[in-house]
């Protein structure tokens, strides 16, 4: 068992290290061309099998980890609707799959914020901000799907914010695990300063500079 559970942890090491390389390239990149759509797939795929891994390995005997299982939940939950974003400026997309997402994210951050008080009297606050962000983050997205217009307008926003807040998760995990930030900083500092990027690029595409390369390198 724990010879299987080393092959798991390798396999979530592996491909949590190929997205953070591929998620990098394809956030400097030039937005809409070529290398940022193929590191995006590559960073997409490997971010995906190393969340599921993660969430996987964070369930098992005597390596139960509700943090994992968090920065896992949270990574696939970001990585999959801004992926899914980019089929929201066509116009009827089919909201099923995201709309089920959304409540996932909603009835697991109830869970990562009252469970920890059940079972341990106590308040987990590392879980219960991420809880809080996953739950916000949620709502405001079932409330996006229902105006599909307003939706179709702002796919390039859902995408960027997701998937930047996919590498975020993926980053925070790399901290936590090799202890750069003393205590629990680690698991807020890439937050805070990935949120500011966020915002960056949230501003660009308010100024149009580039929803333009985009809608450029789609024709």
Excluded: C
């Excluded at 937050?191 to 789609?218: C, P, Q, T, Y």
């Amino acid at each position: 068992m724990e010879q299987a559970i080393k092959i798991f942890i390798i396999i979530h090491a592996g491909f949590g290290g190929i997205a953070f390389v591929a998620g990098l390239i394809a956030m400097i990149s030039k937005k809409g061309q070529r290398t940022h759509r193929k590191t995006g797939l590559i960073f997409f795929y490997s971010m995906v099998i190393s969340a599921v891994s993660a969430m996987f390995i964070s369930v098992l005997p005597n390596h139960e980890s509700p943090f994992l299982f968090a920065v896992g939940l949270f990574s696939l939950y970001f990585v999959l609707i801004g992926k899914r974003a980019m089929r929201f400026k066509h116009k009827n997309p089919n909201l099923i799959f995201d709309k089920w997402m959304a409540w996932v994210m909603i009835l697991t951050g109830i869970l990562m914020i009252f469970l920890p008080i059940v079972l341990t009297q106590k308040f987990n606050i590392v879980l219960g901000v991420f809880a809080v962000v996953g739950i916000l983050s949620a709502i405001k997205n079932l409330r996006l799907y229902k105006n599909p217009e307003k939706l179709r307008k702002g796919w390039l926003k859902m995408h960027l914010g997701n998937i930047m807040g996919g590498y975020i998760a993926a980053v925070t995990a790399f901290v936590v695990v090799n202890q750069i930030f003393p205590s629990f900083y680690g698991w807020f500092i890439p937050g805070i300063i990935g949120g500011l990027f966020i915002i960056f690029w949230m501003k660009r595409v308010e100024n149009n500079s580039v929803v333009k390369v985009v809608a450029k390198e789609d024709k």
